[in-house]
């Protein structure tokens, strides 16, 4: 059974910089694609970057350019840096991994940390 745990939230001003991380324990963690997502309340959780275990990187339009998943396989760790924070990105934001047999369908979810972006 994987474990992951996120950290790095809080409150940042808009325009400022924030990186998030997410460490993994458990499963090979090579093995799977790693994903971010963030839900803000009242709304849908959404998809923004994901990375595969070889380093292949997508982006939703809402972050692109902005934002940059990466990730360090032999610390078990992704990360976010954000950059040029908006107070619409006020949200929790979760990491998620899928395995490369099943990409799409998340066999783990990190429990989420609060992300807020003041004006």
């Known amino acids: 059974q994987a474990q992951l745990v996120e950290s790095g939230g809080g409150l940042v001003q808009a325009g400022g910089s924030l990186r998030l991380s997410c460490a993994a324990s458990g499963p090979t963690f090579a093995r799977y694609v790693m994903g971010w997502y963030r839900q803000a309340p009242g709304k849908q959780r959404e998809l923004l970057a994901r990375?595969?275990?070889?380093?292949?990187?997508n982006y939703e339009d809402v972050v692109k350019g902005r934002f940059t998943i990466s990730r360090d396989n032999s610390k078990s760790t992704i990360y976010l840096q954000m950059n040029m924070l908006k107070p619409e990105d006020t949200a929790v934001y979760y990491c998620a991994a899928d395995h490369v047999s099943n990409p799409g369908t998340t066999n783990y979810w990190g429990q989420g940390t609060q992300v807020t972006v003041s004006s």
């Open positions: 990375i595969s275990p070889g380093g292949s990187t």
